[in-house]
């Protein structure tokens, strides 16, 4: 008996040290496998495999949900490879995570000498604590997972600064579902001026919830769950943060910042764990500074609409009517407060509003609004004054300095904010409260008109120059008619290029294709881009222009070449694109030291993201697309070498139910033509899949189509790579710096669809969907054709003399 007893006693000891434990004392642990479970058995702390992935890490979780809601992890920098971890609090009082070798690969990081009889809990809050002792006060907490805090705020943890210790509490995303590693999505507290709260993207803020006035955020005024959970904001001389609190204890409720950046509330009853997300929409407003400086962001409907504060006007006028905003708004009164009477200053009233940025404010909280009206007449670089908190008619005082940037209107929300204006502008602010009237536009808008009129007609007189006149007007009326087509493409002032490029000095320059050359360029803001300017010397003019920027501002994929905006200025015509820093697949694939590094990997990655690009254009985008010039020079490489397809100018669409079209006018490049086009002129997406092919060829190759040939047969890329496929011997098509290190069933099968893609005929190539299945080894791949190759001559071999006559050849 005594022996049943003891074996069951042994037995209870160990499942509740595997099982339901919710701390550790000095040297103990818990394996992978095991977990601690906090008493009321709402967390658990353990090992888990998040997704997909096959790594291990260390986390927090709400114990009985589904699906699985991870809301800390201790190694999400350094995961394990195995399920050999172990959790222990150390002889130190440290607690470390050990992985196969007895090596630490995170710790919580203490001073050993504040320990004392130290112990690991678990909180019913799912806050992981080092203590001295069971003591729950704050002084003894040693270590706190709360203080660490991952993509998910949980009830109580604080979110912001502790102005003694210098410890910053901010969010920060996952990589991606399957890796809690730090993403570029992150949520702080910025304490410059007075305190507000961004999300940041990177170190540049993407939106901005704004400041606390009492009530709420003043960019985020609406609370979802109101009733349920009390939003709290403490500001003082040791600490500032933000935290809330669940009122209904039959309620749960989570915030977490998803990998793509948006905040998430997750919403639960503790009677059932069918999760409700409700996420913070955002609208184009919330986009940081969308208005630029001294303006307001109003959203009309779901289009937004920019407008000039009270005393301001547009910066670039010409700009601001084309809805590029960017430039924001200037003060209409040049002169500075110094040179005028400042005591007569007067104060425009703007309600309903999401105040400014207020990095660059100043704040009492024991001022009344008068004071603060008062305070702002007296400094002159004093732009604007509002109440700080909002409560019970209004108290404290807020002063902002410098430019007014980030404030939008909201219909039912927001606070009044009062805007410094001279005398001299208050009566034309009173009209309308906005400063730039819409007489006043159109008036200079008339003005400009006539003035170009008389201007054209004086020269078509004197100077003889009509053309020059009638070549104006129809770049005025191909450039309006342009930005009606597309309002959503910026537009760059000449200047703002010139500067950014060190006026197209020739160090900057990139490269140069048949549009042109291009150049590096730096924007004010610290971004780079790539600047295509236009050569007087180049057969492609306003047409391709048009042609790129119609098409290619419509489309977003991560595998197509970003196009930021366009400059058109006199005879200036340029495109502003996002800058790749790894330049273009050719400048690896065909250099033979650079080849050496470029390896399987990577090449096979690059292959894929250009198919899954030119499946967008072709079957998944709203127009669909036939590039007609795709080839090495025109996939650009990011600095994580993901392949972007660029160089829209030669591109056409097609209707939904089009399956060819015919040019008469041929251009391309050779080597990369599909011989329907180079023959007839015949164009299709299996044109563009047969460039793909080509392409593909050369990639394994690392030698260009075109200027490959085989002295013993005079044969180019295509024929050589049909001619060792027809003889069982693919392998010797592989550059000699992969042969050693490839995975060659992979290498093998996209020499297999290379093959494919490049046939003779149309119609026996496979369509994009099936060129990815067919990569990824999901479809079976029917043998090929021969491919539609050329000879070692510059023409293809099937072109007669009659047949050359009909077509325009314009190759590059």
Excluded at 198 to 226: A, C, D, E, H
Excluded at 293 to 303: K, L, P
Excluded at 389 to 397: A, I, K, Q, T, Y
Aim: glycine share 8%; with cysteine; charged share 20%.
């Amino acid at each position: 008996m005594k022996i049943v007893l003891f074996l069951s006693f042994f037995l209870f000891s160990y499942v509740r040290t595997c099982t339901s434990l919710d701390s550790l004392a000095v040297s103990q642990s818990i394996q992978d496998g095991q977990t601690l479970v906090s008493v009321d058995g709402t967390f658990e702390v353990g090992f888990f495999t998040p997704g997909n992935s096959a790594s291990r890490y260390l986390g927090v979780w709400y114990r009985n949900l589904s699906p699985l809601t991870v809301v800390w992890v201790a190694n999400r920098e350094t995961p394990l490879q195995n399920n050999s971890g172990v959790l222990k609090l150390n002889e130190d009082g440290v607690l470390v995570l050990l992985n196969s070798t007895n090596s630490t690969v995170w710790s919580s990081k203490i001073s050993k000498e504040t320990v004392n009889n130290p112990i690991v809990q678990l909180l019913d809050s799912g806050n992981l604590v080092l203590k001295n002792g069971k003591d729950t006060k704050e002084d003894q907490i040693l270590w706190q997972s709360f203080d660490y805090p991952c993509d998910t705020l949980l009830p109580g943890m604080k979110l912001g600064w502790n102005l003694v210790t210098g410890l910053d509490r901010f969010l920060t995303s996952w990589k991606s579902a399957d890796d809690p590693a730090r993403g570029e999505f992150s949520v702080h507290i910025n304490i410059g001026g007075y305190p507000q709260l961004v999300f940041m993207k990177g170190s540049v803020i993407k939106s901005r919830i704004g400041s606390w006035n009492g009530l709420g955020f003043t960019g985020y005024p609406i609370q979802p769950l109101i009733g349920k959970q009390r939003f709290i904001f403490v500001v003082n001389a040791e600490e500032v943060y933000h935290q809330y609190e669940v009122l209904d204890s039959t309620f749960v409720s989570i915030y977490t910042l998803s990998p793509s950046g948006l905040l998430r509330s997750l919403a639960w009853t503790s009677k059932t764990s069918d999760q409700k997300v409700i996420e913070t929409g955002l609208d184009s407003c919330d986009i940081y500074a969308m208005c630029g400086a001294n303006s307001i962001c109003n959203m009309n409907g779901n289009v937004p609409k920019c407008e000039c504060l009270g005393g301001y006007v547009p910066n670039f006028p010409e700009q601001w009517n084309i809805s590029f905003w960017a430039g924001g708004c200037v003060s209409r009164n040049n002169s500075t407060c110094k040179n005028r009477n400042s005591s007569t200053d007067g104060f425009w009233k703007y309600k309903q509003l999401k105040i400014p940025d207020t990095s660059s404010s100043w704040y009492s909280t024991t001022m009344n609004l008068e004071e603060c009206h008062k305070s702002c007449l007296k400094n002159c670089s004093c732009t604007a004054y509002a109440n700080l908190d909002v409560r019970n008619g209004g108290s404290g005082c807020l002063l902002w300095f410098h430019d007014l940037v980030d404030t939008r209107i909201f219909s039912q929300w927001g606070q009044d904010l009062y805007i410094r204006v001279p005398a001299s502008e208050q009566d034309q602010v009173a009209d309308n409260g906005h400063g730039y009237t819409q007489k006043k536009m159109v008036g200079i808008t008339i003005g400009w008109i006539i003035f170009g009129f008389i201007t054209c007609v004086s020269m078509l007189i004197l100077r003889k120059r009509g053309k020059f006149c009638i070549r104006l007007f129809q770049w005025r009326q191909e450039y309006f008619r342009l930005r009606k087509d597309d309002m959503d493409l910026p537009t760059f002032d000449l200047s703002i290029i010139a500067k950014a490029t060190n006026n197209f000095s020739s160090r900057n320059k990139l490269g140069e294709g048949g549009f042109g050359p291009v150049y590096k360029g730096t924007l004010i803001d610290g971004q780079e881009v790539a600047v295509k300017r236009h050569s007087k010397k180049s057969d492609q003019g306003l047409e391709e222009f048009k042609n790129e920027v119609a098409l290619i501002a419509k489309l977003q994929h991560r595998n197509l070449v970003k196009l930021l905006g366009c400059c058109i200025e006199g005879e200036e015509k340029m495109l502003i694109y996002e800058y790749m820093p790894n330049k273009s697949l050719d400048y690896f694939i065909f250099d033979e030291t650079r080849r050496k590094l470029f390896a399987w990997l990577q090449r096979f990655h690059i292959i894929g993201g250009v198919a899954r690009g030119l499946l967008y254009l072709h079957e998944d985008s709203r127009l669909r697309i036939i590039h007609r010039d795709l080839k090495t020079s025109n996939i650009l490489l990011d600095a994580h070498m993901n392949p972007k397809i660029s160089d829209f100018g030669l591109a056409r669409t097609f209707g939904e139910d089009q399956i060819q079209a015919k040019t008469k006018k041929l251009v391309g490049t050779y080597g990369y033509m599909p011989p329907e086009y180079a023959v007839h002129g015949h164009y299709s997406v299996k044109s563009d899949v047969f460039s793909f092919g080509v392409i593909v060829l050369e990639i394994i190759s690392g030698k260009k189509n075109r200027g490959f040939s085989d002295p013993e047969h005079s044969l180019n890329l295509l024929g050589h790579a049909w001619r060792l496929w027809t003889e069982d011997r693919p392998l010797e098509l592989i550059d000699k710096h992969l042969r050693q290190r490839c995975i060659l069933s992979e290498v093998l099968r996209c020499i297999h669809v290379g093959l494919l893609c490049t046939q003779q005929k149309p119609v026996d190539r496979p369509d994009m969907s099936s060129v990815i299945l067919m990569l990824n080894g999901e479809k079976l791949l029917p043998q090929p054709n021969p491919p539609g190759f050329y000879t070692g001559r510059s023409l293809p071999e099937s072109i007669s003399l009659n047949e050359m006559s009909l077509t325009i050849f314009e190759a590059r």
